[in-house]
Structures are given as C-alpha cells and as structure tokens.
C-alpha cells in the first residue's frame, strides 16, 4: 500500500503528531505507531492497542548499567514525554521481547494492570513475569492471534557472536525476540527487537517484506568492546533500507538510557548524507505516526 512520507514521496507516516490521540481520530486507517522513550512504543492496529517493550520510570531512577559506556549516567536519561497513567491508557496487551531493565522496568512492573495479556519469547521470562504478579502471561512461540491482530515471534542476537562466546556475556545479554504484525489492510510492521545484523533478521525482511520496520538504532557499547555493539546502529540502518527500500523505517531506542553510543543528531546527520532521510524517521519521545493511504 502506498503511503506519503513526511515529504511527499515514498513510503513513511502519512501523518506525524504528538500526544495521544487514537488511530481513530486521524481517519487514518493504517496502523498508529506511537514513540514513547527509549525501546518503548504503543502500535495501534484497528481496535487493538499493543505496549511493547515498557520502560515507565522517572528520569535518574537506576544506575548506569555497570561495565558499559557511560555507565557513570543514571537512567532514564530523560523523563517521560508523558505520564506513565497516559501511556498505559487503551493498552489492550503488552509485548516483552526480554526483559532487561531498559525494556521492562520495576515502574512499569508496578504500574501496569496486572490482569492485561503480556506477550513474552520463552518459558524463563514467563516464569518471571508471573512471579511479579501478572495473571495473564502468555508465550509468543510461532504465531498468534489476538484482537484480529497476528503476532509472529522473529529471532535475533542480543551482540554479536564474538561477544557470545563469552559465558558471562553470553548469560548478561541473554535472549531476545523480535515480532512481526499483521492485520488485513495494515501495513505489515517488523519491530525489530534488541539484535545486531545478522540472518535471523535477513530472513524475517525476506519473508514478511514489512512495509514498516522499527529499528533498534542506538548502538549500545559495552566497555572493553568498543566497535562490537550489541544492537543495531546507522550501518544497519542504511541495510535495512538496501534490503526493503521501500520499507519505512522508524528509528528508535536512541538518547535514553547510558549505553547507547549513537544520538538521534548522528543517525539524522547520517541518513541525510546516505541519502535515505525521506525513509527513516527519527521520532521525538511522544511523537505519534500514522500510517494509511
């Protein structure tokens, strides 16, 4: 489906607004991406309203994450665009792709209903979960359908496979997922999950040909492995584009939390040079898109 970009041209957000207005509100059709901070994003798809990756605490609440770049800064590095009660209002279920600090909080643990449906990739983090007080846990293995939404679990590598070489690196960054949406009439959307390039996401790009891929872009460093990150950065950016040009891509997880080595000003300063900026977005915490015709 062809959508307008910013622009005028190709295919990105035919609409870009911030606050919190519903899906149907625009008149819009398509999906609603709402950027939230950091990996935390609300996708609105018709009637059903999905929060992924919620990381809900105050600016300054944790320590850096010890032995990574910049560990010295507390996170969040910056506030919420909006109260957490606002960001949680109309979630009708809840994705966790794993769940580090950074995309699963205490503040959200302790803020969200305990009785919403809570996707997760693995039996360890439903395990988890559950022992945190949620009712309605549910294993995101294959496929699955809820609120006329389909839910497909995609694979990836929290870092590359140097860095999983080593036990205490591979047990810290653990296992991740990543999850591709699909509804009749919706833009097919790849929210990407925490994982560097690698086949895993070639494959998921060749078989579902997302229209919107929502991308993991802050390239988080760990100390002593500088040059290895253990998410994607502006190279995959650009790769991702190789691979769909036609795919918009939405760049998130970026100027939140310590370890993140690119900022939304590199990335925007790079796409621009590549050539490729009427294709990726770069969202503002709170800035909402609108995908449709």
Known sequence: MLI????????????????TAAASDTGESGPQIQHIRNATIKITYGDTTFLVDPMLAEQGAYPGFPNTYRSELRNPLVGLPLPAAEVIKGTDAIIVTHTHLDHWD????????????????NAADAELIRSQ???DVRILD???????VTLHKTGGQHGSDTLYTIPELAKALGEIMGVVFEAEGQETTYVVGDTVWRDDVVQTLERFQPDVVVLNAGAAELTG????????????TLRVHRALPDAA???????AVNHMT???????????KEGIEKQ???PADGETLQFGQ
Do not use: N
């Open 4 to 19: 307008k970009t910013l622009a005028g041209t190709l295919l990105l957000a035919a609409t870009v607004f911030t606050g």
């Open 106 to 121: 205490d503040a959200a643990q302790q803020q969200l209903p305990k009785t919403l449906p809570l996707f997760v990739q």
């Open 133 to 135: 007080g949620f009712k």
């Open 142 to 148: 294959g496929k699955t359908e809820f609120g006329g």
């Open 225 to 236: 492995f500088e040059g290895d990150p253990i998410i994607m950065g502006k190279e995959d």
């Open 249 to 255: 891509i939405v760049a998130v997880h970026l100027d």
């Open 262 to 272: 690119l900022s939304r000003k590199a990335l925007a300063e790079y796409v621009q």
């Open 280 to 282: 990726v977005v770069i």
